[in-house]
């Protein structure tokens, strides 16, 4: 890295590089069957320069041939945007959040199809008719980043994650079931403690029951609760925030939310997922109050974002894939509150328990608007659920249901991945007064 | 087994063979691939308009044209967005029954978003375009920025679509996007080949849909974005018909599923790039024209839907939903008021059923984006359609 930096140096202004190696061994059963394995290893590079002012940027999966890598940066820097924000400079003090487990990095192949077949098994023995799918991943990464200003750092991370479940299908009826778990730490990831709500919903799930159109107090699975999630993350995004996609651009210090509202993202939490030491542009991971009691306190930015807002930046200038860096969650927190989630489903008269939303990523994020198929919800009746609801449409006002709505937040809190937004840990939520729609 | 650092080889070749052995050793029955034939070809471009014929500075030239026009159109336009991109690649296929491929294959696609604000809320209207073949799809589009434009501005002051159940008439975006969603998905060989119980469900000779319907996928179509000479296992791609005169007909086939279920091969088998497995997956997918106008469509709902493009969709085999770009109230047969925030829902089976009415204007649509299965996306894919009429589809929404 040092000599990429170094040959870059006699082209162009600053430079600044990324390089990550990963290797994934993803395992996958469908049908109740051993369906894959697949071991992919990947080394990146990702090389930004500065030349006459303007920021270019090339990747390249080829390690020792870097002048190619180099002639790419510096032939876009001309057709790239200003150098309107600084690299990082000098040393800087990292954070050492604990994100790498040995017993991840030497868990054998065998042992995670050991596990995946239990699953399923453990699925199949009560219904033998179900069929089993599940996808386990054990992913062991290095990431190293160094600029021409000084700044370096560089970590390694295992994460252990994935998700199983059944199908069932009777005629043109289809029950799809399915749990998450994932953590940094072989310990941390019980998949065998999901199988009871699996096969709680399986058994319940089986029976359709009607739900009239109208408006009914839901509780929120964190599954779920991701996609109510999702338009606040994208509003709290330092380039939504710069270019005037966000309608917050003037509400920090704002009560925007209830009370009971706290986002965090913190890149530093000992066995999340989505933590890092360092960011892909050299700023320390941190830990950053978005919303603090329903008042919005901060955005979350990369250097550039924060330079056009003159803030500072917060470690959250994170590549996905190739791109270039872009401001990203690490560890996206919704703090949970103090009721068991029994006791809010247990509060619920005449309502509803959605556990997944099918299509609800696909509205207009900057006005809230959250409307998704209930891919699998349930009624419940005097706290109990009582059978599946299907054809179903939820909608919601994501910035005022959390403001006005807000019923409650569970103790209890999951590891999730929001679609197209990244990894959170988030609690139960209890919701009132939410639309349904659904056939006359 | 996929690795990007050639000096691996000899180690990975070892670990792809443990790896099938483990595999192996669980599953009992053997795998089966269907026999293909071998092929020796080599694939090269036949470009209309070539990109590459553009320098990196006239492309930008080009779209910074689109964004002066989009940042001086005023009032509550705040902010644009616009995406380029154009991919060229050669794919070598080989296998040891002796097939060889070289394939060259050009992805380019973009798209153009005005954005809107306005006391809080932000609106966007986009306009969208791929290919495979022609460059010039991207230039000439002021009138379509224009239009987005005006969306964006016109949807600010669109009152939030009623939830409820409604008749709708769909455009022949989003109709195809339905296609994709709605039965494609459902008619890939890997989610039937070992699960019986939708094997009942998917038996060739079930009706799903009236004498009017026919969805085919398609790999034929020069300049769609699903175009396509061979697939990732080397095998020469057809139209496949799926459902036609509204029986179900055929599916969608690796050499595995195809072989496992002592079907044809038809081509389907597509995998992102080096670093994933093939997996059955959609080319060009479409709804044959049928012989109804707009106004046939319209004239006789009371109180209905026109429902134009998408934003995107979902299925979970049985139920599909959809964010709609835009969307018309329709009173008394008449187009009446624009409305936001519309999205669809419904049941695949009985919404198929529920197609009333199919447009005899099939409009070849290509845009940005693509299809994502099992973490491989987005991967190129096109849908062709005509409008559509359907009965009793759910939106989402305040009652």
């Not at chain 1, 590089?17 to 990963?22: A, E, K, P, T």
Request: charged share 25%; net charge negative.
């Amino acid at each position: 890295m040092e000599n990429i930096i170094k040959a870059a140096l006699k082209q162009c202004e600053k430079a600044e590089v990324y390089y990550r190696q990963n290797t994934t061994t993803p395992v996958t059963f469908q049908n109740s069957k051993l369906n894959s394995l697949q071991t992919k290893g990947e080394q990146l590079i990702c090389l930004r320069v500065v030349k006459d002012g303007r920021v270019g940027y090339a990747t390249t999966t080829k390690a020792d041939d870097y002048q190619d890598l180099i002639d790419n940066a510096i032939a876009v820097a001309q057709f790239g945007g200003d150098y309107s924000f600084d690299f990082p400079e000098g040393k800087a003090d990292l954070p050492s959040p604990d994100v790498f487990d040995k017993a991840v990095e030497e868990l054998k192949v065998e042992a995670i199809v050991e596990t995946g077949q239990g699953l399923i098994d453990s699925i199949n023995a009560e219904f033998p008719e179900a069929n089993g799918f599940a996808s386990l991943e054990r992913d062991v990464s290095q990431v190293r980043v160094m600029n021409s200003e000084g700044r370096e750092g560089a970590y390694s991370k295992t994460t252990y994650s994935g998700y199983f479940g059944a199908i069932i299908i009777e005629g043109q009826n289809m029950l799809q079931v399915y749990a998450v778990d994932g953590s940094t730490h072989l310990n941390e990831v019980s998949f065998e403690d999901k199988v009871d709500e699996v096969l709680e919903d399986l058994r319940i799930g089986q029976e359709n029951v009607d739900m009239k159109q109208g408006t009914y107090p839901v509780l929120l699975t964190p599954m779920a609760v991701g996609d109510l999630i999702a338009p606040v993350i994208a509003c709290v995004n330092g380039r939504a925030v710069e270019k005037g996609m966000s309608p917050w651009a003037d509400k920090l210090g704002e009560d925007l939310f209830s009370p009971a509202v706290t986002l965090v993202d913190s890149g530093i939490e000992d066995l999340g997922p989505g933590s890092i030491v360092i960011d892909s542009e050299g700023v320390p991971g941190q830990r950053t109050e978005i919303i603090k009691e329903g008042q919005l306190t901060s955005f979350i930015h990369d250097l550039r974002s924060a330079a056009a807002l003159n803030m500072e930046p917060t470690g959250n200038g994170l590549r996905r894939g190739t791109s270039a860096p872009s401001p990203t969650g690490s560890n996206m927190m919704l703090l949970p509150g103090n009721k068991p989630y029994a006791e809010l489903m247990a509060s619920i008269d005449q309502g509803l328990i959605i556990d997944s939303l099918m299509g609800a990523w696909a509205g207009n994020p900057y006005a809230g608007e959250v409307s998704g198929n209930i891919a699998l919800g349930f009624k419940v009746e005097k706290g109990m659920k009582v059978g599946r609801v299907k054809d179903c449409m939820f909608s919601v006002n994501a910035f005022k249901a959390l403001r006005d709505k807000l019923l409650g937040l569970s103790r209890e809190t999951s590891w999730t991945e929001i679609f197209g937004t990244g990894i959170a840990k988030l609690p139960y939520v209890l919701l009132d007064g939410v639309n349904i729609s659904t056939k006359s | 087994m996929s690795f990007n650092k050639l000096e691996d080889l000899e180690a990975k070749v070892q670990q792809a063979i443990t790896q099938a052995r483990i595999i192996g050793e669980t599953r009992k029955e053997k795998s089966t691939l269907a026999p293909a034939p071998v092929v020796r070809d080599e694939v090269r471009l036949a470009l209309k308009t070539d990109p590459r014929q553009y320098a990196l500075e006239e492309k930008k030239a080009i779209f910074e044209e689109y964004n002066k026009a989009i940042l001086a159109y005023g009032g509550p336009i705040t902010t644009s967005s616009i995406f380029y991109t154009d991919k060229f690649s050669t794919i070598h296929f080989a296998n040891s029954e002796g097939t060889y491929i070289v394939q060259e294959k050009l992805d380019l696609s973009g798209s153009i978003s005005a954005v809107a604000t306005r006391d809080g809320l932000t609106q966007t209207g986009r306009t969208s375009f791929g290919s495979s073949d022609d460059f010039a799809v991207a230039l000439g589009l002021e009138s379509k920025v224009e239009e987005a434009c005006q969306e964006a501005v016109d949807l600010l002051s669109a009152p939030v679509v009623k939830g409820g159940e409604y008749t709708v008439v769909v455009d022949p975006k989003l109709a195809g996007i339905f296609a994709h969603e709605a039965f494609g998905h459902l008619s890939e060989g890997d989610n039937v080949y070992e699960n019986k119980q939708l094997q009942e469900v998917m038996t060739l000779g079930t009706r799903f849909g009236g004498d009017h319907l026919t969805i085919y996928d398609s790999g034929l179509d020069r300049g769609a974005r699903g175009y396509l000479k061979y697939d990732d296992e080397g095998v020469a791609t057809e139209r496949t018909d799926l459902i036609r005169d509204g029986i179900l007909v055929g599916r969608l086939h690796s050499r595995e599923t195809a072989g496992k279920m002592g079907e044809e091969v038809t081509g389907n088998a597509r995998a992102l790039n080096y670093r994933f497995a093939p997996i059955c997956r959609m080319r060009n997918t479409c709804i044959a024209p049928g012989e109804a106008t707009f106004a046939d469509m319209i004239k006789d709902i009371k109180l209905g839907l026109y429902v134009l493009d998408s934003y995107g969709g979902q299925t979970n085999g049985e139920m599909f939903t959809f964010s709609a770009g835009k969307a018309y109230m329709i009173r008394d047969g008449e187009l009446a008021e624009l409305v936001r925030d519309v999205n669809l829902t419904g049941n695949v089976f009985t919404t198929l059923k529920n197609i009333d009415m199919i447009g005899k204007d099939f409009t070849a649509f290509e845009a940005a984006g693509g299809c994502g299965k099992g973490q491989q996306g987005p991967l190129p894919t096109s849908e062709w359609a005509p409008h559509l009429r359907i009965q009793k589809v759910v939106i989402g929404g305040e009652g």
